[in-house]
């Protein structure tokens, strides 16, 4: 994994997300810390879905309502945006 110096280089962050697109990096600072830039696949978003409370207790919530009967069908979202598009 790369590690690239904020005093050392003159890289836009453009250039480094695209640089990180391949790789992860490490994008070391002085004063703020260190970073790592990583390409968001859909590995590391279950990775990181299942490690955030406040994403799990949402999800709970919003099953406690469902299984009460708060919910749309996907069948009603549809009509609800075809309503609101004219």
């Known amino acids: 994994m790369p590690v690239m110096k ?3 280089t003159r ?8 640089q990180a697109r391949d790789e992860p990096l490490i994008f070391e ?7 790592v830039l990583l390409p968001v696949d859909d590995e ?3 990775l990181l879905l ?4 406040r994403l ?3 999800c709970r919530q919003i099953r406690e309502r469902m299984e009460q009967g ?3 069908t996907h069948e009603q979202v549809i ?5 609101e598009g004219g």
Do not use: Q, V
């Open 6 to 8: 904020a005093a050392e």
């Open 11 to 18: 890289a836009s962050i453009g250039e480094l997300i695209d």
């Open 29 to 35: 600072t002085e004063c703020a810390g260190n970073f």
């Open 44 to 46: 590391l978003l279950d």
């Open 50 to 53: 299942e490690r955030s409370p």
């Open 56 to 58: 799990i207790k949402k």
């Open 70 to 72: 708060e919910y749309w």
């Open 79 to 83: 009509d609800m945006f075809r309503e």
